[in-house]
């Protein structure tokens, strides 16, 4: 059964890209009718999206004020040699009430509980059989298997603690690095709440997608006690398994979307190919799609053409990065990985700035490599090639 008046907008998936999209447009374009689907009972699913001042744009910032639940003076990392404070501001959004503030500036516009079975540029066919048309559909529903990008992965547990006693932490660590190694790059990640509250997440890089939540709970009460935290109660838990990209075919991975809904997002390949931060993408996407929409060009054939430019230009911009990943992942040793780290971390402060927000100078990637080498220079070679990695990871699959 279809409805017959078109939705002028359908975003199907309520998570981060999904949610900033849909506020973007319904400010820029009040007019239009807009509907966000999500399959859950809630919007934003479990997750706490985090950011550097420096990642985003006036505008951008601008955006996302409303959903900030923390915002810092700075950050800290640690090493086993050294600890850092940074001047640049820090700020955190939590999934559950950046839900609730889109659903109230939403309303009527938001459906959970829908799950949605079909998609195509201008159609929604629901699992109740119900088929919603709509003049543009975008497909926000996250992260897909695909053979076109080989991925290492970052995943974690983070588990929200309240302490019998005050922390004492005014910013948050965003790497401690000085814990024990294991399965590739380890380091802890605490963001204070309350003087008495820390989001505490257990980290690492890794080859495999496997998650042993346990084994990382064991270790973050573990971290709380060498800390001297007295943890009172777990209030929450959150996990997740973020790609990490070490090479891939960019114009194959797009082309596994032609000619259905136009998608943003992870399965864009739309987040920091080092990092794993999404947050400045998802911002960026939102603008492009209500620009497109205040100039009246809310069609499926100029958004999907917007974004494929988007994706590509982004692809072609962070091929270094890429390859700093291939370096971590297959040249650099297990153990010795955060040598890595350590070292980029005594850089200028302008250019970690810079590397988080992926806008690297040419003198500041030569200032990333230049030096003691951090990881074997034979490794290093072996390296060097996008496309070889692609292939021989592809045989390995």
């Not at 239009?32 to 919007?43: A, P, R």
């Not at 947050?279 to 100029?302: F, K, N, W």
Request: hydrophobic share 45%; with cysteine.
């Amino acid at each position: 059964m279809a409805s017959d008046q078109p939705i002028d907008l359908i975003i199907v998936g309520g998570g981060l890209a999904g949610c900033l999209t849909a506020l973007a447009v319904a400010a820029n374009r009040p007019d239009l009718s807009l509907l966000l689907l999500e399959q859950g009972d809630s919007l934003g699913g479990n997750h706490t999206w985090s950011f550097f001042d420096t990642d985003l744009s006036a505008a951008g910032q601008a955006l996302v004020a409303p959903l900030v639940a923390h915002r810092w003076p700075g950050y800290a990392v640690r090493f086993p040699a050294y600890v850092r404070h940074l001047g640049t501001g820090y700020g955190s959004i939590a999934s559950s009430p950046m839900g609730q503030r889109v659903a109230a500036t939403l309303g009527a516009r938001v459906r959970l509980g829908v799950a949605c079975t079909v998609l195509s540029p201008t159609t929604v066919t629901l699992a109740s059989g119900e088929t919603l048309i709509a003049r543009t559909v975008i497909d926000a529903r996250g992260q897909r298997p695909t053979p076109h990008l080989a991925l290492g992965f970052q995943k974690f547990l983070g588990l929200e603690l309240r302490l019998s006693a005050p922390h004492g932490e005014a910013l948050p660590t965003i790497m401690d690095a000085s814990v024990p190694q294991s399965d590739g790059y380890r380091f802890v990640y605490t963001l204070p709440l309350a003087p008495d509250r820390l989001l505490v997440e257990d980290t690492y890089y890794s080859d495999g997608a496997d998650l042993a939540v346990d084994a990382l709970r064991t270790r973050i009460h573990q971290y709380a006690i060498t800390r001297g935290w007295q943890v009172a109660e777990t209030v929450r838990a959150e996990h997740g398994i973020l790609p990490i990209i070490l090479a891939g075919d960019i114009a194959a991975h797009l082309a596994e979307g032609a000619g259905a809904a136009p998608r943003i997002g992870l399965a864009a390949a739309l987040f920091h190919p080092t990092t794993g931060y999404s947050l400045p993408d998802a911002v960026r996407t939102a603008q492009l799609i209500a620009d497109l929409a205040a100039a009246g060009d809310l069609t499926p054939e100029r958004v999907g053409a917007a974004l494929d430019t988007q994706a590509r230009d982004l692809w072609r911009e962070r091929a270094y990065f890429r390859l700093l990943n291939r370096l971590m992942f297959h040249a650099g040793l297990p153990a010795e990985r955060y040598r890595i780290l350590e070292r980029f971390y005594r850089l200028d402060q302008g250019l970690v700035q810079r590397f988080y927000a992926a806008r690297l100078s040419r003198l500041d990637r030569l200032t990333i490599i230049c030096g003691k080498p951090p990881v074997p220079i034979l490794s290093a070679l072996g390296c060097v090639s996008e496309s070889t990695t692609l292939k021989r990871m592809r045989a390995t699959a």
